[in-house]
């Protein structure tokens, strides 16, 4: 197939190296890590190696550990390679026995195949499961061929991953901004006090309560983040004689999908979540707090994750995020140094306005 990728859109001056980069590995059978700040548009930047190797007769597996990543990507990629059957596997789908030369699958399902892949392209590898489980990792590779690419792409890499960038021992090539050229937004810290045993008497710490007031005056959308569903209902209860109309959600929640979506229509001025929307959630206008951030659910990667949610889209580049605390911790540190750090390297690239 000579033309598989029908796009017309324009690659940004941060996605052009890291897309060349992409296909180079492709042609060259070889290892990549993509490292791209959360918005900068990683998808696109597949486009060109996953239509080198289709035309050139090769078999791509786009994995993730997520099954909503999967959904989300297989319109995506089935829209810009039209002539070409995109296969999607996940728990209970449909295509299981397909021969297809792009496949979209979640990293459980790989342990399904032996060196059945010419490309795999891991998607959030630091997200759970597959950041933790060795049987995943394990399922990427023997289900390439012997000679074939493999590339990895995160927005937050692991220390160890960071440090082999860093001293030149790995293949990596980094998107340090957002495709709209204004810098990340840095958490602020503020110290919260003693938050949950205020929350136990039935109030919350000073701070928070006027950082919700402020955000319902203004009329600006708030996502904030909770360390535990037990906590998140108690100061669901406070915010609601706030606000009526503030919501929660979490991954046991049945409503789960129609919350997000009357948030995103801004039917819900505030929006209570876990961990469960620290990533792959697109809201224009919004800024971000966590409650207790020195709950060790929050790791530098989640954080730095939940920091990427404010700020993404060119209308609104910009967004506040507040980590609230009862004590700094390393991840805390970690996650802030890395925003820092990527802002620095994207100006030095010119690929921030400054």
Not at 106 to 111: I, K, M, R, S
Not at 286 to 295: L, M, N, R
Not at 301 to 312: D, E, K, M, P
Not at 328 to 342: D, F, G, H, N, P
């Amino acid at each position: 197939m000579d033309k598989p990728l029908l796009w017309d859109g324009q690659l940004s001056d941060g996605q052009e190296p890291a897309s060349q980069r992409v296909a180079d590995a492709v042609e060259n059978s070889a290892e990549l890590l993509v490292w791209a700040v959360a918005g900068a548009g990683k998808t696109e930047v597949l486009y060109a190696g996953i239509a080198y190797a289709i035309s050139t007769g090769k078999r791509v597996c786009v994995a993730t550990p997520r099954t909503d990543v999967v959904l989300e990507l297989v319109p995506r990629l089935q829209k810009v390679f039209p002539e070409i059957k995109v296969a999607a596997l996940y728990g209970g789908s449909e295509d299981r026995h397909e021969y297809t030369q792009l496949t979209i699958t979640t990293t459980n399902q790989l342990l399904r195949f032996y060196k059945a892949f010419d490309v795999i392209i891991v998607d959030e590898v630091d997200a759970f499961p597959y950041s933790i489980d060795e049987t995943l990792q394990y399922a990427v590779q023997q289900s390439r061929k012997t000679e074939s690419s493999l590339i990895y792409l995160t927005a937050t890499p692991n220390k160890q991953w960071q440090q082999e960038y860093r001293s030149g021992k790995r293949n990596c090539v980094t998107i340090p901004a957002r495709f709209h050229r204004q810098p990340l937004p840095v958490p602020e810290f503020v110290w919260s006090g003693n938050w949950e045993k205020q929350l136990k008497k039935g109030s919350l710490s000073t701070p928070i309560k006027k950082w919700v007031e402020s955000r319902l005056a203004s009329g600006k959308q708030a996502l904030i983040f909770a360390p535990k569903i037990a906590v998140m209902d108690k100061i669901l209860i406070i915010l609601r004689a706030m606000d009526p109309l503030i919501e929660s959600v979490h991954a046991e929640d049945q409503d789960r999908k129609e919350k997000v979506m009357k948030f995103r229509n801004k039917e819900i001025p505030i929006l209570l979540t876990t961990t469960i929307l620290e990533r792959g959630v697109t809201i224009p206008n919004i800024d971000v707090a966590i409650i207790g951030s020195e709950d060790r659910i929050f790791t530098e990667s989640a954080l730095v994750q939940i920091a990427g949610r404010a700020g993404r889209s060119a209308e609104y580049p910009t967004g506040d995020v507040t980590f609230f605390h009862y004590g700094k911790t390393e991840a805390m540190l970690s996650a802030r140094r890395q925003i820092v750090m990527m802002n620095k390297e994207g100006i030095k690239k010119e690929l921030i306005d400054v």
